[in-house]
Structures are given as C-alpha cells and as structure tokens.
C-alpha cells in the first residue's frame, strides 16, 4: 500500500536551519495533502495541509510546496528548533470534502542538534 | 473538546488470546478511524466509521478482527486469537464532516503478544 513515498527516512539539522522533507505520489485522484507531526508515546497530529489548487501554504515557520505534474510535494521548516524533533508523515487523501480515509507515507525522523 | 481517548495504554497478551480496545471520539466528530503502526512506519489504514455504519474495511483487517461503534458513539477493536504479528501500537482517530480539518488521533494502544 505504498501508494505516498516519503524521504529521507532520517534528517539532522542544526538549529536555525531548514528542514527538508520529500514526498511524491501516484493515485491522481487524490487531492487532500496533510502533513502529521508526531512525538513518541503520542498519536500523529495535524501540522499543515494543502489541496493542489495551490503550489504553497505557508503557516508559521511550516511551507508546504507543492507540484501537481510532478506529483511531489515536500515540507519546509525554517529556522528549526530543538522542539521540532519529531517524526513526520505526509499523507494524501482521495476526499477533501468527504473525509476519507488518509494514507500515510512511512515518516522522517527529525533531530535538531542545539 | 477532550480529545479522542484510547483504553488500555498498553496491552500485553499471551499469543492465542483474544483482546479488545476502546476509542471514545470527540463528541461532534461523527467519522471514526482505526490505524495500525508499527515501529518505524507510517499508520495503516485498518477501518471507519460513519457514524455507526462501518463505511470501509482495509484488507489487512482479516477475519480475527471485528470493530464496532454501536449507537456511533465509541468504538471497540477486538482481535481473536492473536499472533506475534499483531503486535502494535492501534490508533484511533475521529474527524468533523468535511475533511478540511483532519483527523484528531489519540495516544493509541501498544499491543504486545507474547
């Protein structure tokens, strides 16, 4: 079911730099992109989402772009922090307006060394 | 607004029991979702709820596994005769109608069969 390819699987970065992380996808027919935070012992949570209406959304220190004829998008987070170690999971959704089901990519663990 | 919560924390069973677990979703949330994950990878998509019509079934969810969500308010995961294989953190996670806010997970329950 490997239907969103998330990359790379481990990143370090130093505080204050910007984090990467890649994801690309192949069912057409989504059209629903979350991005899922998640720190151990706790279940995922909603960080940023995007529909492919628009190639950015920007909140905070959070952006995701997007490329429609790539399908590809990524998630950029700026000036990172030690807090923002977590793992990160795209996701992608067939149902915007139906709530369907989300399937996830397999996750990025982030460390941001002090 | 409680969250979503999940009952038991943790789980340890011998192999061959039979288990159940609780979700209660935020009380407006009329969609329910269960996950899987395992270490290392992204949730997998294992069932929903709408209301209390079970709208979809993954087929990993194999005939050992039932869930249910009567009158649409909690859920209950059971799984019969269990493997090592079933060993796992099960999230559940509910949602608004529309998708434009998605999910709202819980810690999950660490499954481990002994």
């Known amino acids: 079911q490997q239907q969103v390819k998330q990359s790379p699987q481990s990143l370090i970065v130093q505080k204050g730099g910007i984090s990467i992380i890649n994801c690309a996808y192949e069912?057409?027919?989504?059209?629903?992109f979350p991005w899922y935070q998640q720190f151990p012992g706790k279940g995922p949570a909603l960080l940023i989402a995007i529909r492919p209406d628009v190639s950015e959304k920007k909140e905070g220190r959070f952006t995701i772009s997007f490329n429609k004829s790539a399908k590809q998008f990524s998630l950029h987070i700026m000036d990172s922090q030690p807090g923002d170690s977590a793992t990160y999971f795209c996701a992608a959704s067939p149902g915007y307006s139906s709530a369907s089901k989300i399937i996830f990519g397999s996750g990025t663990r982030l460390s941001i060394r002090p | 607004d409680t969250g979503v919560s999940q009952d038991p924390r943790h789980k340890i069973t011998k192999r061959g029991q039979n288990v159940t677990f609780r979700c209660d979703p935020i009380?407006?949330?009329?969609?329910l979702y269960w996950y899987r994950q395992t270490l290392g990878q992204g949730p997998e998509f294992l069932t929903y709820?709408?209301?209390?019509?079970?709208?979809?079934k993954s087929r990993l969810l194999s005939d050992r596994f039932s869930a249910e969500r009567p009158k649409g308010s909690f859920s209950t995961l059971e799984i019969q005769r269990t493997e090592q294989g079933d060993s796992a953190m099960y999230l559940c996670a509910s949602s608004r109608p529309g998708g434009e806010y998605g999910y709202t997970f819980g810690s999950g329950t660490r499954l481990t069969v002994v």
């Open positions: 709820f709408q209301n209390e019509a079970q709208l979809e």
């Open positions: 009380s407006e949330h009329n969609r």
């Open positions: 069912n057409t027919a989504f059209d629903y």
